[in-house]
């Protein structure tokens, strides 16, 4: 029947405009820190990074690469959040204002009290920025850091 489809389509439509809101400047940021060890040690590819393979071997040089964490936090503009990395290392970010559908995220990386990295990174929401980091066992740390 002609007027059962319209639910459906109605629904639909509600999904593809619901999915392209643009985010207000001040709007929480739901942030994403995977932390994978690389190294030259075997060949392993873990499954959970499947999705982004092609791209972890186009920029970084290893044979192994394998998840060891996954650490989410969910931050208002203006929070630091802390995540705590293998090897007493830790991230800390704050979401600073952006404009549109982007975010701004200052990063630091730490070891122990050190500060090893300070950047700020920019990248639309639900984008996904890939940092190549300090050694770690017989490889070196990357962090796949997504925000939405």
Known sequence: MPGSRLPAIAFVALILFAHTVVASPDAPVAIDVGVVVASNEGTTMDPALSSIQNKLQSMFNY?????????????????????????????R???????????????????????????????????????GGPSHQKGVLILIISAE
């Open 63 to 91: 044979t192994s690469y394998r998840m060891v964490d996954r650490l989410k936090r969910t931050l208002s503009v203006g929070e630091t959040g802390d995540f705590r990395l293998p090897g007493n290392r830790s991230m």
């Open 93 to 131: 970010a704050t979401p600073v204002p952006a404009k549109e559908n982007k975010v701004r995220l200052d990063v630091q990386i730490m070891e122990g009290d050190r500060n090893i990295l300070s950047t700020t990174l920019g990248l639309t929401r639900g984008g996904m920025v890939l940092v």
